[in-house]
């Protein structure tokens, strides 16, 4: 008997032992997983602030690019086959500081960056829009005639500064409209600051908004649906406002970057004087940004492409030069990546001013 008691205590301490072992092993298993987290995230932290200045350096090559080809003499234009817009540059640029840039993986540090720089000026300006500008850029999205004077009214309104204004606008609308709406809200009475902002506007749908690549969504206040929540009568835009607009701008269209929908939004100009002046900035291939190109120099070589008795006229609206860019670079660092935004705003050679920097 008392050899099988010896036996049980030595069995139950070796249990005893074992699961110590065990509780021990599951202590130092947790402790060198929340090390390597912890150690994770302190790697992740300390990348995140260097990739916002990767970010931050992409905007300063962005800058660079832009005011650089300001300084090509022979190029008084800014156009689609020009380094900064993604172009292989020109023969003018061969000699300045832009014949051996390159706005893809460009090394900083330890880093990279991709810079992909688009011009404001291809697009109106929604804030100095005029009612013709914008009953002829509603008209191309596919907006039903009867429903322009309204939208275009209510656009106008929204971003008149003054929300007493004495100019009256028989189909707009004011805060008194958008206040009876669910949820109730106020008209900005300014200058719109995003572009989406046009979806709060009376009339304005996403689909509108979108054209072609809106998807499915909700309903907007203004769109009628059955009892199943579909919309109803529900037009086919192939062209969105968004295409066509921007809030940020010099205010005048750049006839050598603007597509041919956002052309035939200036007064004067149709869809063949549209193509007509793509096919003559876009040389003897008929592809923009490409080697063959041939900018305008001014406006008025419009001459070659619109009636020349509305050409004197054009030069309220258009203009070969771009003064806004909106700038998105991505940024890698190791196996982190982040992608950035800014406007910067081109004032000379020497002043690139930096409007906004941002990152989702």
Known sequence: MKISRRLNSNGIALIVVMIAIFVLSMLVGALAYSMKVETKLAMTANNEAALTWLGRSGVELARYVVAQQLAVGAEPYDSLNQKWAGGPGTLAASNSPLANISLENFQVGDGTVTVKITDLERRININKADQTVLNQALTLVGVDAGDIPAISDSILDWV??????????????????????????????????????????????????????????????????????????APAFTTGLHEIFTPLSDGRININTASAVTLQAIPGIDANAADQIIKIRSGPDGVDGTEDDTPFNNVGELVNAVNPQIVSQLSRFCDVRSKTFEVEVDAQLGGSKRKFFA??????????????FYWK
């Open 343 to 356: 406007v910067i705003g081109r004032v000379s050679p020497r002043e690139v001013q930096i409007l906004s």
């Open 160 to 233: 008149d500064p003054n929300p007493n204004s004495s100019v009256h606008r028989p189909n707009g609308a004011k805060s008194e409209y958008y206040q009876g709406l669910d949820p109730a809200y106020d008209a900005k009475s300014a200058p719109m600051d995003d572009l989406s902002e046009l979806l709060l506007v009376r009339g304005i749908t996403e689909d509108m908004y979108w054209g072609a690549a809106s998807t499915n969504h909700a309903p907007a206040f203004f769109q009628k649906t059955d009892k199943f929540g579909r919309i109803l009568d």
